[in-house]
């Protein structure tokens, strides 16, 4: 098998909620992780759980409203913990699969080197002392 082997549907979805691919598939991973979408697919693999268990709450003999307002809160927490937990959980992932963890701050983006460019013209480089500071890492 090449480096660039990709799952079949089982491995995936095993792979999806926490499994480790084997070491052959480490480039898919990487893409997976890393490459364009990955918070979408992120945010999507997340989704879906939560989705599944409020589900149930939509079946009970409720008005409409009253269904809101038992699951939409609860959903858009699990979101917006899910979207806070993006980097780290991508992080663990890419490590879980005998990868960088620090590919995840490889790709910025455009806005990003251009703020940097230009602190950079105005401020000068960052001490050396203050190079711990440059991964977002929070472990």
């Given amino acids: 098998m090449t480096d660039s082997a990709t ?29 364009p979408g990955a918070v979408r697919r992120h945010m999507i693999r ?3 759980p939560s989705a599944l268990v409020l589900a149930p709450l939509w079946l009970l003999d409720a008005p409409v409203p009253t269904r809101i307002e038992m699951t939409v809160p609860i959903f858009i927490w699990a979101l917006l913990m899910a979207m806070a937990l993006n980097k ?40 050396e002392e203050a190079r711990w500071q440059s991964n977002s890492s929070p472990f």
């Fill in 7 to 35: 799952p079949n549907a089982w491995q995936r979805l095993a792979y999806i909620y926490g499994r480790r691919l084997p070491a052959s598939m480490r480039g898919w991973v990487k893409q997976d992780l890393t490459g």
């Fill in 46 to 48: 997340m989704a879906i």
């Fill in 88 to 127: 780290p959980w991508r992080r663990h992932r890419l490590a879980q699969n005998g990868l960088d963890m620090n590919l995840i701050d490889t790709r910025k983006s455009k806005r990003a080197l251009q703020m940097e460019a230009n602190y950079l013209a105005n401020h000068g480089p960052r001490p």
